[in-house]
């Protein structure tokens, strides 16, 4: 092969240094790989490709879509390998495979941090939260407060970045070019808001939330993100005041001593070191809210084009989704192995997950795999599975999740936005056998 202005090289070199270009000139215009590019692509890959005749016209296989470069890694004591978003603020997340428990962890729980982290405080029962606004009493309650005057409840519920997926979009939106890691189930314990709100006595004029934290910005200008939703949401039995995660103090890291827990919707509502949440007639409009802030076209607009957001709408319930936790991308398995057994989590934002869908065969056929129901609602769902496989060499573990509704995750992703909300594209592991 000859780059246009460049040294001539073979096939080989150019999938060993660049492979994107070498995909992009081994299709070329026909749309079918054969021959030295077929043969240069299982040498890049490692093995034969044994459904070479069902890949997509120009498609780069999984294994070679982050070219020569790859993820860096965070090295943090008492957390997990997570891949590394970035540094100010940290942001890291959670490798698929590490997300295989039915509870997440503390130490695989992805970081998102908007600011800078808080001091930890001396004692956390005194740490002090208020209600205030569209009420008839406002008041403050202390942690110690809330344990006392309220039933407390635990509940596994997800949390998931409204930025999740983002790396999916095509051209590349702006933020942490998030993969499908973001996203945890911890065990949360703590007060319905529900409950506190109506001893407030929340007023009919009550529509919405405005959530406050103690993080700060990094420019030291203000809070690092103040977001609001709907009163409904906010009412809803599962929107918590917690004050436990997997029945131990919330770590630092992640809003201790209290954080406000709204699953299903954009991590961003769950208010880390949650210090005040006023009840507004209107629309809250604290950092994170409005423009193309947390929102979404309502019709689709060009990718890659500038847009303020008026027309747009706030990301609510996120998308369906679905990982693979048995299998980590790339993994190598011993000559002979013909089958796999799979299993991952699905989750839909408010909704429940209702089948998934796993392809060996680059998208060319489908089989069902089995979906546990959610152990409570919010919760996310375990799948399982086996596929045959009818030889050593290179295959693509395609998998998609389809919600209660009938939404099925798209190809690729849809609905492009500048700030890169709600990308749910089917996700592919690489897996060589032999």
């Known amino acids: 092969m000859t780059q246009q202005g460049g040294p001539e090289r073979s096939v080989h070199e150019l999938y060993r240094d660049d492979p ?120 403050e309650l202390t942690l110690g407060d809330l344990e006392r005057r309220f039933e407390l409840v635990t509940r596994r519920l997800q949390m998931e970045c409204g930025g999740n997926g983002r790396s999916g979009f095509s051209p590349q939106a702006a933020g942490n070019q998030w993969g499908n890691g973001a996203i945890s189930c911890a065990e949360w314990t703590g007060v319905r808001l529900r409950d506190v709100l109506r001893a407030a006595g929340a007023k009919d004029s009550a529509k919405f939330t405005g959530h406050h934290g103690a993080d700060s910005h990094l420019s030291a200008q203000g809070p690092a993100i103040s977001r609001g939703m709907r009163i409904e949401k906010a009412m809803d039995e599962d929107t918590i005041i917690a004050i436990r995660m997997n029945g131990a103090p919330i770590p630092q890291m992640h809003g201790a001593p209290t954080r406000l827990m709204v699953p299903g919707w954009p991590g961003s509502l769950s208010q880390k070191w949650f ?80 089948a998934v869908h796993v392809s060996v065969d680059f998208g060319a056929t489908w089989q069902a795999m089995t979906v546990n129901p959610p152990p409570n609602r919010h919760a996310w769902q375990r799948w399982t599975g086996r596929v045959a496989l009818p030889s050593d060499g290179y295959f693509e573990v395609w998998y998609r999740a389809t919600d209660s509704n009938g939404r099925m995750q798209p190809h690729v992703a849809a609905n492009w936005n500048p700030q890169g909300y709600g990308a749910n594209p089917i996700s592919r592991a690489a897996i060589l056998v032999g």
Request: aromatic share 4%; with cysteine; glycine share 12%.
């Open 20 to 139: 994107e270009r070498a995909d992009a000139l081994a299709w070329g215009r026909r749309g079918v790989l054969k021959g030295a590019a077929l043969a240069a692509m299982g040498t890049a890959l490692g093995g034969t490709i044994p459904f070479a005749r069902q890949m997509p016209a120009g498609l780069l296989p999984a294994a070679l879509a982050q070219g020569q470069g790859g993820p860096q890694f965070l090295e943090m004591e008492g957390k997990a390998r997570l891949i590394l978003q970035g540094e100010r603020p940290l942001n890291a997340e959670t490798p698929e495979h590490l997300l295989d428990d039915d509870v997440t962890p503390a130490d695989k729980f992805f970081i998102r941090n908007n600011g800078s982290v808080p001091e930890a405080v001396a004692d956390p029962r005194t740490w002090k939260i208020t209600i205030d606004g569209e009420v008839n009493t406002p008041i």
């Open 275 to 354: 210090t005040r949440i006023e009840l507004r007639a209107s629309p809250h409009s604290g950092r994170g809210m409005g423009g193309t802030s947390y929102r979404v076209p309502v019709r689709p607009i060009v990718p890659g084009s500038r847009n303020n957001g008026a027309d747009f709408a706030d990301l609510e319930s996120m998308p369906v989704r679905c990982v693979l936790t048995s299998h980590a991308h790339g993994a190598r398995l011993p000559t002979g192995t013909r089958a796999l057994d799979l299993r991952g989590q699905a989750w839909a934002g408010d909704l429940t997950v209702s």
